[in-house]
């Protein structure tokens, strides 16, 4: 955004700025942690009146800054520098307000270059003035103009999506989960902490000696679990499978074993749990700064996909977004390119899939491709390649072309842009909770939440 100041020989009695601002939670946690204030009553996931609710009210000087940053970058402007302010606080801003902040010149002095300006802020829902008060500012002589989009932007560390997840998946009955071979802390913990948070009552099965260790150079509690001991990997990825075939475990979560070892006798087209479509893997990320979470496939199962294959991914994903509360999802089917070329497999595999969407072969969400990554995520990249679509720019679902893509895309927004990821497999008789060794607690939880809505979806769905 261009901007230019106003200098004082500029200035006239009357004149008036304004700017509106939308407060929200992460505007409050990024100002506790510049400010050092962490009064509980302004972070939006705290009480701090112990009336059982969080406030998420924004700080008093935090409101009072708007002012400044209409001062500062409208009226007078750049150069402006504060002599004196008064406030005077009429009501209270929260967290998701939307704010208008005004400024109006009052009076000039020439001798020293000062000028007064009342100054106010109101919520625009109903008009309620929140602050008042008066201004006294040394004004610009010189005139300047810049770049607003030459600061650098901030990107608050907090996986809020994640976070809604959880909130959302409390309400519902723990699921039974069988998980096989927690015989290290990492998957121990994230199961005995999903158990904590009633995501899932879990069935631990392994070896018992392993198990107890483990739990034990945690200090933690197996009381009450259930335990089978099964000491072979094999053996205990085949008895998961024969609990969910009993009916005893509505969920398998992988632990300490290999991922192909799991997966072998789910895979068994005899005594599996196969149901006709494809098994494929989703990550489910919260990254920062992304106003709704993102789900990318395949990352983990289906190395080279074709056409086929790549069908049962996209209608797969579809399905756990709407298990997560996404609608109406809006799948971007990437390629490197977004235009149709005979010489790139994947953007014709790209549009083909937004073909059959269109003829109801895929159901659920919008299908758009081929999508670079680029204009799959930002609408202003999309709208500079002349991208017009209800995807474009707005994608939900990130589908790859293959199995090292997808890996990378995850791992880039993993370890780049501090994502969570919560990875699952669709596409069996029951959810597969799938983590990494190197997932943390927020990961295997998120994982648990999702496995949990979607497993409360289909089963209302399905016979």
């Not at 997966?263 to 494929?280: A, E, N, V």
């Not at 204009?375 to 707005?394: C, E, F």
Request: some cysteine.
């Amino acid at each position: 955004m261009h901007i230019e100041n106003r200098t004082f020989d500029e200035l006239k009695v009357g004149d008036h700025a304004e700017l509106r601002r939308l407060c929200t939670a992460d505007d409050l946690l990024v100002y506790a942690n510049v400010s050092g204030n962490h009064n509980p009553l302004h972070i939006h996931d705290q009480d701090g009146d112990g009336d059982g609710h969080p406030e998420a009210i924004a700080p008093g000087s935090f409101v009072a800054s708007l002012v400044g940053a209409v001062l500062g970058n409208v009226l007078p402007g750049a150069g402006t520098l504060y002599r004196r302010q008064t406030w005077e606080f009429h009501g209270r801003v929260f967290a998701d307000d939307e704010l208008v902040v005004r400024v109006t010149v009052t009076d000039k002095n020439v001798r020293d270059t000062t000028v007064i300006l009342a100054t106010e802020v109101r919520r625009i829902s109903g008009d309620a003035l929140v602050l008042s008060g008066v201004a006294e500012v040394y004004a610009p002589r010189v005139k300047v103009s810049y770049n607003s989009h030459d600061l650098p932007g901030l990107v608050v560390q907090r996986h809020r999506h994640f976070e809604k997840l959880l909130k959302k998946a409390e309400p519902l009955a723990a699921l039974r989960t069988a998980v096989v071979c927690p015989e290290d802390p990492n998957s121990l913990g994230g199961a005995l902490r999903a158990r904590e948070h009633t995501l899932i009552d879990p069935i631990l099965i392994g070896s018992t000696a392993r198990i107890a260790e483990v739990a034990t150079a945690m200090g933690a509690s197996l009381d009450g679990i259930e335990i089978v001991d099964e000491p072979l990997h094999r053996n205990a990825a085949r008895r998961a499978v024969e609990l969910c075939h009993s009916g005893d475990a509505q969920a398998i979560m992988k632990g300490h074993l290999h991922t192909d070892m799991l997966l072998r006798p789910i895979l068994d087209k005899q005594t599996g749990l196969r149901m006709g479509r494809r098994f494929t893997h989703i990550f489910v990320m919260d990254v920062p700064g992304q106003p709704h979470p993102i789900l990318v496939t395949d990352a983990a199962i289906n190395i080279s996909p074709d056409l086929k294959t790549k069908v049962d991914i996209t209608q797969n994903a579809i399905d756990l977004a709407i298990s997560i509360g996404i609608q109406q999802p809006k799948v971007g089917v990437l390629s490197a390119t977004e235009t149709v070329n005979p010489d790139i497999p994947s953007s014709i595999d790209a549009a083909l899939l937004s073909k059959m969407a269109e003829r109801g072969q895929i159901t659920g969400g919008l299908v758009d491709g081929p999508l670079a990554m680029d204009n799959a995520v930002d609408i202003a990249a999309a709208r500079t390649k002349g991208i017009t679509s209800a995807v474009a720019g707005r994608a939900d679902i990130l589908v790859v072309p293959n199995l090292d893509a997808g890996n990378m895309l995850a791992k880039q927004l993993t370890y780049i842009s501090h994502a969570e990821a919560a990875g699952l497999v669709l596409g069996a008789r029951v959810p597969i909770i799938l983590n990494s060794r190197a997932d943390d607690d927020m990961s295997r939880l998120a994982s648990c939440a999702v496995a949990a809505l979607h497993h409360a979806r289909m089963t209302r769905i399905m016979p």
